[in-house]
Protein backbone atom coordinates (compact mmCIF):
# COMPACT_ATOMS: atom_id res chain seq x y z
CA UNK A 1 0.00 0.00 0.00
CA UNK A 2 1.61 3.47 -1.04
CA UNK A 3 2.48 5.51 1.83
CA UNK A 4 2.15 9.86 1.60
CA UNK A 5 3.72 12.19 3.54
CA UNK A 6 3.20 15.92 3.21
CA UNK A 7 5.20 18.37 4.35
CA UNK A 8 5.88 22.10 3.83
CA UNK A 9 3.15 24.08 5.86
CA UNK A 10 3.95 26.55 8.56
CA UNK A 11 2.56 30.09 9.35
CA UNK A 12 2.50 33.13 7.35
CA UNK A 13 1.52 36.41 6.87
CA UNK A 14 -1.25 37.31 4.34
CA UNK A 15 0.17 37.77 0.57
CA UNK A 16 2.74 35.44 1.10
CA UNK A 17 3.33 31.94 -0.55
CA UNK A 18 4.73 28.92 0.93
CA UNK A 19 4.60 25.13 -1.32
CA UNK A 20 3.82 22.35 -0.15
CA UNK A 21 5.06 18.77 -0.83
CA UNK A 22 3.62 15.27 -0.71
CA UNK A 23 6.15 12.55 -1.24
CA UNK A 24 4.85 8.79 -1.98
CA UNK A 25 7.00 5.37 -1.05
CA UNK A 26 5.07 2.18 -2.01
CA UNK A 27 3.33 1.64 -5.57
CA UNK A 28 4.50 3.94 -9.05
CA UNK A 29 3.22 7.09 -8.25
CA UNK A 30 3.15 7.73 -11.58
CA UNK A 31 0.07 5.67 -11.64
CA UNK A 32 -1.90 7.81 -9.47
CA UNK A 33 -4.18 11.01 -9.72
CA UNK A 34 -3.42 13.62 -7.39
CA UNK A 35 -5.34 15.84 -5.21
CA UNK A 36 -5.06 18.74 -2.30
CA UNK A 37 -7.67 19.09 0.01
CA UNK A 38 -7.91 20.95 3.05
CA UNK A 39 -9.95 21.08 6.16
CA UNK A 40 -10.34 23.91 8.55
CA UNK A 41 -11.78 23.60 12.16
CA UNK A 42 -14.94 22.50 12.35
CA UNK A 43 -16.01 22.17 8.74
CA UNK A 44 -15.19 19.34 5.93
CA UNK A 45 -12.93 18.30 4.05
CA UNK A 46 -12.71 20.64 1.03
CA UNK A 47 -11.13 20.13 -2.31
CA UNK A 48 -8.35 22.45 -3.49
CA UNK A 49 -6.26 21.31 -6.53
CA UNK A 50 -6.02 17.91 -8.25
CA UNK A 51 -3.62 16.96 -10.86
CA UNK A 52 -4.28 13.91 -13.69
CA UNK A 53 -1.93 11.42 -14.58
CA UNK A 54 -1.07 12.79 -17.54
CA UNK A 55 -1.06 16.44 -15.55
CA UNK A 56 -3.85 17.75 -16.32
CA UNK A 57 -4.62 20.55 -13.29
CA UNK A 58 -8.36 21.05 -11.83
CA UNK A 59 -8.82 23.56 -9.30
CA UNK A 60 -11.19 25.05 -6.73
CA UNK A 61 -12.85 28.38 -7.60
CA UNK A 62 -11.40 29.94 -4.45
CA UNK A 63 -7.69 29.06 -5.18
CA UNK A 64 -7.56 29.62 -8.89
CA UNK A 65 -5.12 32.06 -9.88
CA UNK A 66 -3.08 32.29 -6.84
CA UNK A 67 -2.62 27.78 -6.48
CA UNK A 68 -0.57 25.92 -8.62
CA UNK A 69 -0.69 21.83 -8.73
CA UNK A 70 2.16 20.08 -10.03
CA UNK A 71 4.12 17.01 -9.96
CA UNK A 72 7.39 15.44 -10.54
CA UNK A 73 7.02 11.83 -11.11
CA UNK A 74 11.08 11.13 -11.07
CA UNK A 75 10.62 12.41 -7.70
CA UNK A 76 7.89 10.82 -6.78
CA UNK A 77 5.98 14.02 -5.23
CA UNK A 78 3.66 16.25 -6.14
CA UNK A 79 3.91 20.25 -5.29
CA UNK A 80 1.09 22.69 -4.40
CA UNK A 81 2.08 26.80 -4.51
CA UNK A 82 0.56 28.51 -2.86
CA UNK A 83 0.57 32.35 -3.69
CA UNK A 84 -1.37 35.59 -2.60
CA UNK A 85 -2.12 33.75 0.75
CA UNK A 86 -5.17 34.66 2.69
CA UNK A 87 -6.31 34.03 6.40
CA UNK A 88 -8.86 31.80 4.97
CA UNK A 89 -6.63 29.77 3.68
CA UNK A 90 -5.90 28.34 7.03
CA UNK A 91 -6.41 24.54 7.48
CA UNK A 92 -4.53 21.63 7.54
CA UNK A 93 -3.88 20.37 4.39
CA UNK A 94 -4.11 16.81 3.36
CA UNK A 95 -2.77 15.50 -0.16
CA UNK A 96 -4.46 11.87 -1.36
CA UNK A 97 -3.87 9.52 -4.22
CA UNK A 98 -6.38 7.73 -6.30
CA UNK A 99 -6.20 5.09 -9.36
CA UNK A 100 -7.66 6.77 -12.27
CA UNK A 101 -8.74 10.17 -13.02
CA UNK A 102 -8.66 13.11 -10.92
CA UNK A 103 -11.34 13.94 -8.96
CA UNK A 104 -12.81 17.11 -6.91
CA UNK A 105 -14.68 14.89 -4.50
CA UNK A 106 -12.00 12.82 -1.41
CA UNK A 107 -14.29 10.20 -0.53
CA UNK A 108 -13.10 9.45 -4.40
CA UNK A 109 -9.84 9.25 -3.00
CA UNK A 110 -8.31 6.07 -1.41
CA UNK A 111 -4.66 7.16 0.19
CA UNK A 112 -4.19 9.92 2.59
CA UNK A 113 -1.44 11.67 4.14
CA UNK A 114 -1.19 13.27 7.46
CA UNK A 115 -1.97 16.57 6.80
CA UNK A 116 -0.02 19.58 7.59
CA UNK A 117 -0.88 22.49 9.13
CA UNK A 118 -1.06 25.90 7.25
CA UNK A 119 -2.16 29.11 9.25
CA UNK A 120 -2.21 32.62 7.42
CA UNK A 121 -2.11 35.52 9.65
CA UNK A 122 -3.44 39.16 8.72
Known amino acids: QARFVESGGGLVQAGGSLRLSCGAD????????MGWFRQAPGKERDFVAAIGRSSSTYYADSVAGRFTISRDNAKNTVYLQMDSLKPEDTAVYYC????????????????WGQGTQVTVSS
Open 96 to 111: AARSGVARRVANEYAY
Open 26 to 33: GRTFSTYA
